[in-house]
């Protein structure tokens, strides 16, 4: 199975939870501070500088983002897209909706267990869990693990990731799209881009309690869309765009 990194693709590469092991009961919320990290600056606004997940025993949200032990759910918004290309008379084909649509995505173990076998094909990557490393980020004792990556060249450019078992659901996968996929809640990562750019997130502060139920609701008004349909319609509306552009 080809696992050619990706940023933002939405639910098609995400991973999920073992529910054969107990849940965890932690609720709360998890603080990080985001920066620049790679050679290449990148420049991040102060109101995305720093982010914050809340956690619900195997719930986690995060902006548009809703895991629940094995599903990963996504509200997207191309309302304003959709209404451009209207006003230039163009429609999509296979989509006349408003363009805000909800993706549901159940994972397999499967899925989750080949990210972790170790595969040095070029335009792949895998999840290496380190034994006996760790380190002490927001007052929790965290893991180790690297994310293996290779280019089309067959070069390895790793990326180290630290993770609590202590906090969320037993996989972590809100961040898969960026490759970054754990046991448990990450604490301090990179997400790397192109030309020797680099942002890197780190818990600062884990405050316990401060949820509710509400907080786990995703808006209304969103259209329940398959994986599929969704990738049809992305496609359309890339080339509509396009189209306009050129």
Known sequence: MSKTLKFFVVAAMVLSACTLTAQNTFKGIVKYEVKSTGEIA????????????????????????LQEGMKLTMNLDLSQAIAYL??????????????????????KQSEIDSMFIVDTEPGHYYIELVNGETNKIAGYTCKKAIR???????????ITIWYSEELGPRYNFLFASASIVTPGMPM????????????TYTATEVVKGKVKDV???LPSGFTKTSEEDYKQIM???QDAIQLLSD
Not at 46 to 60: C, H, P, S, V
Not at 87 to 107: M, P, T
């Open 42 to 65: 990148v420049n991040i606004p102060a109101e995305q500088a720093k982010m914050e997940i809340r956690i619900m025993g195997d719930k986690l949200i995060y902006q548009n983002m």
């Open 86 to 107: 209207a006003a230039n008379d163009i429609e999509l084909a296979s989509y006349s909706g408003n363009g805000k649509l909800l993706i549901e995505e159940e994972q």
């Open 148 to 158: 293996h990556n290779y280019d089309e060249d067959g070069k390895d450019h790793p």
């Open 188 to 199: 301090q990562f990179t997400v790397t881009g192109e030309g020797g750019k680099a942002i």
């Open 215 to 217: 907080d786990f609701l």
């Open 235 to 237: 496609q359309e509306l």
